[in-house]
């Protein structure tokens, strides 16, 4: 039930070379990034599930540094991402939490998002996004159980952001770059067939009964090469070629290949013919905001914006603008992602407490915010996981 979210848990080399004696010796620091809209109420939201937590499954004691990022913020200070921001998450943090950013639809001189630059700046170059739910509605009115990891590249492709805008005979046109490169292709399926590994692996310990996904690891590399021969004709072959140059992968993973279009239409007509997706970053991006519809909401998605030695939780959904201030957004994307980040400095046990904590909340039904069809409040549901934990 929980291996989608789980997998995370040995990516980054800290986590991996962490025991839970020596984690627990020191404290453990997150930054925390609330940024735009309602990022500013799901990240105390989260704030407030980590501090609940139980000093047995959460032995490390926890210290919060508060910064800042966003557009409402460069449009105050000229700057959406501060130095003083990154000094702090790279000197003083274990890790972090973003809310969300409310980057405008035009051009704005001298702005570029925050998120983008702060995973270029981290190298956080995968964003890990679990879609699970034991009954998800599909395009045909069916309900189905699934149990996908959709890992996107994360620092290339358009998110570049070099556009330009030129004057022609007919009128103006634009021209935007798109860069894709062997190496973070390669880090991005290195990641996709080991984390299908590690999935399986945690399958294994549980019973038959409980697996969504029964078959053998597979991943799914997503493209538009019959397009895009050259940018996505080199994102295939080297991701392919992560799979064909080593032997335990060509042994226990099936690989398959999908075109983005129709692996959207796949993807909501028989989203259980899914184990871990990877795509380059706009597929990736929109792929995973797609896939939030088959669980209900993006309220409930998590993502881990991963690099090798540093992870930042993020919630899938923007800054909703629109019911920002309002205290009846959906904590729940943003609690997972605690919990994933939790995953990823060696506190499994804590992340499965709160994983457990909401999948109850959600389970019983009875406390939903507005996107879910309920009438609760933030503070509502989050008080709701608290008293679980």
């Not at 398959?256 to 239409?265: A, G, K, R, T």
């Not at 909703?320 to 506190?347: F, K």
Request: aromatic share 6%; charged share 25%; hydrophobic share 40%.
């Amino acid at each position: 039930m929980y291996s989608a979210l789980r997998s995370i848990q040995n990516v980054t080399r800290r986590a991996a070379s962490t025991t839970a004696a020596a984690a627990a010796s020191k404290p453990l620091t997150i930054g925390l990034i609330p940024a735009d809209g309602i990022g500013r109420e799901v990240i105390p939201a989260a704030r407030q599930v980590l501090e609940t937590l139980r000093s047995d499954v959460m032995p490390a004691k926890l210290n919060f540094v508060n910064l800042d990022a966003g557009f409402e913020y460069f449009q105050k200070h000229g700057v959406a991402l501060p130095e003083e921001t990154l000094a702090a998450l790279k000197g003083d943090c274990d890790g972090a939490l973003f809310g969300a950013v409310s980057s405008p639809s035009h051009k704005v001189a001298g702005y570029s998002s925050p998120i983008v630059g702060l995973r270029k700046q981290m190298d956080l170059y995968a964003n890990v996004r679990p879609v699970i739910s034991g009954a998800a509605a599909t395009a045909s009115g069916e309900r189905r159980a699934i149990d996908m990891l959709i890992i996107r590249e994360n620092t290339e492709c358009l998110y570049i952001k070099e556009e330009e805008l030129h004057e022609g005979p007919d009128g103006k046109y634009a021209i935007a770059k798109r860069r894709i490169s062997e190496f973070a292709s390669r880090r991005a399926g290195e990641m996709a067939f080991s984390m299908a590994l590690q999935r399986d692996a945690m399958r294994q310990q549980l019973p038959a009964s409980e697996r969504t996904w029964t078959g053998r690891p597979k991943v799914t590399i997503v493209h538009k090469s019959n397009v895009l021969s050259v940018t996505d004709g080199l994102w295939r072959e080297t991701v392919r070629s992560v799979y064909e140059s080593n032997p335990e992968y060509k042994a226990r993973v099936d690989v398959e290949e999908q075109l983005v279009d129709s692996m959207v239409y796949r993807m909501f007509r028989e989203p259980e013919a899914f184990d871990v997706v990877v795509a380059p970053n706009m597929y990736g991006d929109i792929i995973s905001d797609g896939a939030a519809a088959l669980v209900g909401s993006l309220g409930l998605v998590p993502s881990a914006n991963v690099g090798d030695n540093f992870v930042v939780g993020e919630p899938v959904h923007g800054s909703a603008p629109d019911i920002a201030g309002r205290n009846i957004a959906n904590p729940i994307a943003a609690i997972r992602s605690a919990a994933m980040l939790l995953e990823s400095t060696g506190y499994g046990s804590a992340a499965l407490a709160i994983y457990r904590a909401v999948d109850k909340v959600l389970a019983e039904g009875q406390i939903k915010t507005p996107d879910l069809g309920g009438k609760a409040t933030t503070t509502e549901v989050t008080e709701a996981v608290c008293k679980l934990l």
